[in-house]
């Protein structure tokens, strides 16, 4: 090769590698970001319009000095050695992983940022191309968010301390009522007429009545404050219990409840089994006149954690009432013709919720039910 041509070679090469970093000056310009570029040492080599207009120095001010200029005084002591770890183990990276990080402006204020660093290899050495957002307007919406979720846990708080106050205060009296007139009742039975003998017993029932809703209320506002707390759950286990809880009421009515292989989640497992008691219950009250209940359990995995469903061949709910029937007190029929205080479903979302899952129905009237719930894996 002639010598001329190894200098036209070479000037081509050193014509490629100024049009790159001409290339890449005009893509570090043109990026929304603050972009602060600083070799080995420290030393800032580059910097684009928005670091200027972030930090509020001009490019001849930052060009050349070290980038601990632009960290606040209470972190620059660890920098440096931050800084050659990266250059030690040089790859792309948010900085400072779960720290907050701020950036020194120079007008002596603070602003939260968060910053990626990317390694680039040039000629005349490693440079570190840190990539700078101000956060500022997400860490206020995150505190405004923070702020409103500990007011709504506080007023969540005392809702349930009063629910759970109120109902327990309550039932004492009314249990001493309850047994008190039972106990007249059966004195007087002989000498009342039928009339007065027709309101006792009114009365009788509407405070059995009262005793069953505030029981409910209290385990409605119990609901994640009394559980033994988050462990393996063996769901097929969970549900034989209630099967055997609701032993009664199967046999009563012939009902028959199959289910497959169910799995093991990480759950209250008192929660759980209370779950299964109110839907199995309902699944089995809510059956048409003169028919037999045949219910199934199932599960089946999905992204994420399980999906649970329990189907039967009971009466169906008109899919207009398949959100209001998870709220509290909405019940669509009368108590003559299936008893119930109208709070057992929003027991179950209550609980569904508090293990992060979701409950819904989906039915016809006349079609049965199947209603779904999901237990999200917890990590
Ligand atoms: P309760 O059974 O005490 O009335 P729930 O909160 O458990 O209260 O249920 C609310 C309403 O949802 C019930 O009154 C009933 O109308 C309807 N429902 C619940 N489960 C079923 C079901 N398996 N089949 C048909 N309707 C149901």
């Not at 570190?128 to 409103?148: S, V």
């Not at 286990?237 to 055997?244: C, E, G, H, P």
């Not at 292989?261 to 809510?286: F, W």
């Not at 009368?334 to 057992?344: D, H, L, N, Q, S």
């Amino acid at each position: 090769m002639r010598s001329s041509e190894h200098i036209t070679e070479r000037t081509s090469a050193q014509e490629a590698l100024r049009k790159g970093e001409e290339r890449f000056r005009v893509l570090v310009g043109s990026s929304p970001n603050a972009v602060v570029l600083a070799a080995a040492d420290g030393s800032i080599t580059l910097v684009n319009r928005q670091a200027e207009a972030m930090f509020g120095y001009s490019r001849e001010e930052l060009l050349g000095r070290k980038v601990e200029m632009l960290v606040p005084e209470r972190f620059r002591e660890h920098h440096p050695s931050y800084r050659a770890g990266f250059v030690a183990a040089p790859q792309q990276r948010a900085m400072g992983a779960g720290r907050d990080l701020f950036a020194l402006l120079k007008d002596g204020s603070e602003l939260p940022v968060e910053i990626g660093l990317t390694p680039i290899e040039m000629p005349e050495g490693l440079l570190t191309m840190a990539t700078i957002i101000d956060i500022t307007k997400r860490k206020r919406q995150e505190a405004e968010l923070a702020r409103t979720a500990a007011e709504l846990a506080r007023s969540n708080e005392d809702l349930e301390q009063f629910a759970r106050v109120v109902s327990h205060d309550l039932q004492e009296p009314l249990r001493v009522i309850n047994s008190h007139l039972r106990l007249v009742n059966r004195r007087l039975a002989e000498g009342l007429d039928v009339e007065t003998r027709q309101s006792v017993d009114f009365v009788i029932d509407a405070a059995a009545r009262m005793q069953a809703l505030i029981r409910d209320i209290l385990a409605y506002s119990r609901v994640g404050r009394q559980g033994r707390g988050f462990v393996q759950t063996d769901m097929e286990a969970v549900v034989r219990f209630a099967i055997s809880d609701l032993a009664v009421s199967i046999e009563k009515c012939g009902a028959s409840i199959q289910y497959g292989r169910l799995p093991t989640v990480t759950a209250d497992s008192t929660l759980m089994l209370q779950l299964l008691q109110n839907l199995l219950g309902n699944a089995i009250k809510y059956c048409a006149e003169g028919n037999r209940p045949e219910i199934t359990v199932g599960a089946r995995e999905e992204r994420g954690g399980w999906l649970f469903w329990v189907k039967d061949n009971g009466i169906g709910i008109d899919p207009e009432d398949a959100q209001r029937i998870f709220q509290m007190f909405q019940r669509l029929h009368a108590r003559g013709e299936y008893p119930g205080t109208g709070i057992g479903l929003s027991i179950c979302k209550k609980i569904v919720e508090y293990h992060g899952g979701r409950i819904w129905v989906e039915s016809r009237v006349g079609e049965g039910s199947t209603f779904f719930f999901t237990i999200p894996e917890r990590p």
